[in-house]
């Protein structure tokens, strides 16, 4: 048996633990109690959990899967594994909030679906993730239930609205956390933090039962330490016959020359052509992030004969984000009317600001933000289907800025507001629905903050991505590591 010092000293992945609970060498009774240590030791100071399950509850959950896994009913990688959710996902009789003040009293009845899944593969729920109140942001910052910290830097942004999931991914307190994107809220925050956030295709992941945000764009994803661990998850919560269906008829004859995953999770390696984009994307890096990302791509040319690079112009750029924004406040504010005609006073300014926006969007507006986001995304699928394989940039154009910062310079003559520049490498493929993964690429020089480097693929092609992911994860991995030095002292 592994002692529990052991367990203490690393950040186990779940890849990495699941054969040793399997095996019986590493208890789940166990992994649970380093998981409620880190949160004693940690939550304090990065704000990540709004609520902690009785600890009564999870050690019997923990319990019920040693016995079953000692008694040959092992469920798969996903047993004993202890997750979070943010707090956007209902699961019975644990405190929901979405982050806001309305709900802190509501205890739902039910399961979403998807919590539904994690438990039924033997997952352990613990808790709930800190968040932007309803989601509604990027920065990590509530303000009733605190700010969620960068392990990194405590006096930096988490990023958002998945801020508390990245943060109890990186300092070991879940090994898993499921949280929801709409313009870049599980990827921004896994750069900011330094781990793995897939935003998988539109609607592959059942949303039953999450409170919306913006339904054309609400996706369901997941925040790992690496691109296994995401992929094992994404065993667990794909629409089964949704993804089988859409790559036999879509993908038939594409999946040939590329990388795969199969269920043994043993890589080969096939030759793929990468797409990055001339504009746009690549406009406003710092000097820090263009370093990496060119090196990054140096490096990956020169260590496989496989790899072919393929540069490319976009159009419509510049509607990007107008129409990211018309139908995101548009949407938003649908679905808070009724609530937020009787308890408009309880929304903070932030929030109340945007869905009195949401009001101003005409519908000739929307029609037109709903008819430019076609074309843009007809753009991208021709380019994955016909001249590349993934599209590759930088997750964010920024590191994690200070937790006052409102803009910040990205050249001597140029500043964005935070929110504007941590959303504009993302926001497009909400938009458009392709499946969009985080992995760490590097550090800053200075700061010494990660970075992030976002893969995108063809819709449902998200194992053809994760594979892709996995080759450039295992590239980097030999220079960098990605472990928040607090997390194991």
Not at 188 to 203: E, T
Not at 260 to 280: A, V
Not at 284 to 301: D, H, R, T
Not at 344 to 359: A, Q
């Amino acid at each position: 048996m592994v002692k529990k010092n052991n367990l203490l000293s690393t950040l186990f992945s779940i890849n990495q633990i699941s054969s040793k609970i399997k095996q019986g060498d590493v208890s789940p009774v166990d992994l649970v109690d380093v998981c409620l240590y880190r949160i004693h030791k940690l939550n304090s100071f990065f704000n990540s959990f709004i609520t902690v399950i009785d600890q009564d509850q999870i050690y019997r959950q923990a319990e019920a899967a040693e016995i079953e896994i000692k008694n040959g009913n092992y469920l798969g990688p996903l047993h004993g594994i202890p997750f979070s959710i943010k707090d956007m996902f209902f699961a019975k009789d644990v405190k929901f909030t979405a982050g806001s003040k309305i709900f802190k009293n509501y205890i739902p009845n039910m399961d979403s679906t998807a919590v539904k899944q994690m438990k039924k593969s033997g997952a352990i729920l613990i808790g709930t993730n800190n968040l932007n109140e309803f989601a509604s942001g990027i920065t990590g910052k509530n303000p009733f239930y605190g700010d969620s910290k960068n392990p990194w830097n405590q006096k930096r942004m988490s990023g958002g609205s998945s801020g508390g999931s990245a943060v109890a991914v990186a300092t070991g307190m879940a090994l898993v956390s499921l949280g929801t994107d709409t313009g870049g809220s599980i990827r921004v925050p896994a750069a900011l933090c330094g781990v793995v956030g897939l935003k998988p295709s539109y609607d592959l992941i059942n949303k039953n039962d999450i409170f919306p945000l913006t339904p054309s764009f609400d996706h369901i994803g997941w925040i790992t330490k690496n691109v296994l661990d995401s992929y094992i998850v994404l065993q667990c919560l794909s629409k089964k016959n949704i993804f089988k269906r859409k790559t036999d008829n879509k993908n038939k004859n594409k999946n040939k020359g590329y990388f795969k995953i199969p269920n043994s999770f043993k890589f080969e390696k096939r030759k793929i052509t990468l797409g990055i984009p001339n504009n746009y994307f690549l406009d406003y890096l710092p000097v820090a992030i263009e370093y990496l990302f060119s090196n990054f791509i140096k490096n990956l040319m020169s260590s496989s004969n496989s790899i072919n690079i393929e540069y490319f112009n976009l159009k419509k750029t510049e509607q990007y984000y107008k129409s990211w924004k018309d139908v995101r406040l548009a949407e938003a504010s649908n679905i808070h009317q009724s609530l937020f005609d009787i308890r408009k006073s309880d929304y903070s300014n932030e929030v109340k600001y945007m869905l009195i926006e949401g009001t101003k969007v005409s519908a000739i507006d929307y029609i037109k933000a709903i008819h430019t986001i076609k074309e843009i995304k007809d753009e991208f699928v021709f380019l994955l289907n016909h001249k590349v394989n993934a599209i590759v940039v930088p997750t964010t154009i920024i590191s994690a800025p200070k937790l006052n910062e409102d803009s910040i310079s990205v050249s001597n003559d140029v500043s964005i507001n935070v929110r504007e520049a941590l959303l504009r490498n993302t926001i497009i493929f909400n938009s458009i629905g392709l499946p969009a993964v985080s992995i760490p690429l590097g550090f800053t020089k200075k700061e010494k903050l990660p970075v992030g480097l976002q893969i995108i693929g063809p819709p449902y092609g998200d194992e053809i991505l994760l594979s892709i992911a996995y080759y450039f994860e295992c590239i980097n991995n030999n220079s960098f590591d990605f472990v928040p030095p607090i997390a194991i002292r």
